[in-house]
């Protein structure tokens, strides 16, 4: 069971990782340092969003709508570091199995 506990921590790292490098994307882009007419960063934007949406979405739908604010990663980042914590809290439990 510690491999679960090993496995569940990982997935929220990489989750968190994935998050912040779409973020910084968005400013950047938004700021027109990238361009999403360069095919790669188009590229790299779209698989992001794409792997990122089904998470948002659940969000999206209970969140009020703002115009020009997504409020919806900063939520999935408060999800984040629940789990994360309750994972921490929880590890004896992960260990005694």
């Known amino acids: 069971m510690q491999s679960l506990?090993?496995?569940l921590k990982l997935i929220l790292q990489?989750?968190?990782f994935v998050m912040i490098v779409q973020i910084i994307m968005s400013w950047l882009?938004?700021?027109q340092v990238?361009?999403?007419r360069q095919p790669q960063i188009a590229q790299l934007w779209y698989g992001l969003s794409r792997l990122l949406e089904p998470i948002y979405a659940p969000f999206r739908r209970i969140l009020p709508s703002t115009p020009g604010l997504d409020l919806a990663p900063m939520?999935?980042?408060i999800v984040?570091?629940?789990l994360q914590r309750v994972l921490?809290?929880?590890q004896g439990w992960f260990d005694g199995m």
């Open 29 to 31: 882009i938004n700021f």
């Open 80 to 82: 984040i570091i629940i």
């Open 34 to 36: 990238l361009n999403l």
């Open 88 to 90: 921490i809290n929880n």
């Open 75 to 77: 939520a999935v980042f």
């Open 14 to 16: 990489i989750l968190w």
């Open 5 to 7: 506990f090993y496995a």
